[in-house]
């Protein structure tokens, strides 16, 4: 997973905003139940390798990019959008690929000229593999088990297998460049995760779908919706409605607003506020994840 900085800017300022995130990834993997497998930060983006539960992916995003950009604005004196868009995922079989892919990502300092070796970079989760440091949130047994049973071999066999590709280059296909549909992964494993996501997520559905489903989960009315106020819990249904679209590629805002009688800037305000409670609301992000796959 990849998120860059809006414009190709710069996402961190001080050391201070890096320490910042590291304890929003590791309040976040605790409370969407996730695994981080291997990072990077750079100056204008950030990689993770990340395995999920059964809560989507979205909702451990949103909350990285939104507290992160709430802190960024509020230690800078700024305003705005941090991020450039949406992050950009590449679904990738594992067992195949997930040792290769972490010395990619952990030589990404390396490749971009910033140091001459993989540990002169103290901002990525390759120190941690070779137990120089600690950090809680990140998970290295499971690599360091491929490699050896004993921990003391398996960091030396890590150290040598990052260390032999050195001189390597960027590679497309953990850019997504060369990966059709963001898959990375043979054909068996291509065929079965797009057969798994057709059936679980069919793109028929539309906004007068995922109004219907708030409605159902809150137990209220369009006309309930529509009427002006911000009174609980429309003012929350419509919220939900909003953060469902906005995670939809084939539906829009604009519709949702047409529907609602709702312009469409704050019903994305409304959205990210949302999925800032959802941190910690348990309730909430089961109402959310129930409603996301319901339809």
């Known amino acids: 997973m990849i998120l860059r900085g809006n414009a190709g800017d710069p996402i961190f300022f001080e050391d201070r905003d890096r320490y910042r995130l590291y304890l929003f990834l590791q309040q976040a993997t605790e409370t969407f139940r996730c695994r981080i497998h291997g990072f990077c930060l750079m100056t204008n983006h950030i990689h993770l390798i990340l395995q999920v539960s059964d809560l989507p ?46 010395r990619y990502v952990h030589l990404n300092p390396v490749r971009a000229g910033m140091v001459t070796f993989p540990d002169q970079h103290p901002w990525s989760g390759h120190r941690a593999y070779l137990g120089m440091e600690a950090i809680p949130w990140l998970t290295t047994d499971w690599i360091l088990s491929l490699l050896s049973d004993e921990k003391g071999k398996a960091r030396q066999a890590y ?15 953990y850019h997504g460049g060369s990966v059709a549909k963001g898959i990375l992964g043979e054909d068996r494993f291509a065929d079965e995760a797009l057969r798994q996501v057709k059936h679980q997520r069919p793109p028929e559905y539309s906004v007068a779908d995922v109004l219907g489903r708030v409605c159902q989960s809150y137990q209220t009315t369009i006309a309930q919706l529509q009427a002006p106020g911000k009174q609980r819990p429309f003012s929350e249904a419509r919220a939900l409605a909003a953060f469902v679209i906005q995670e939809s590629p084939h539906l829009s805002l604009t519709e949702l607003g047409r529907q609602l009688n709702r312009s469409i800037t704050p019903l994305s305000r409304a959205a990210r506020l949302l999925a800032t409670k959802a941190v910690t609301d348990i309730s909430l992000q089961k109402r959310m994840m129930d409603v996301q796959q319901s339809l």
């Open 57 to 102: 992916l979205s909702l451990f995003m949103q909350n990285i990019s939104q507290r992160f950009t709430k802190w960024i604005n509020f230690s800078q004196g700024r305003t705005g959008h941090l991020f450039q868009g949406r992050y950009k995922a590449l679904l990738l079989d594992a067992d195949a690929y997930l040792l290769e892919l972490v």
């Open 159 to 173: 150290k040598e297998f990052v260390l032999h590709e050195l001189e390597g280059g960027r590679k497309e296909e």
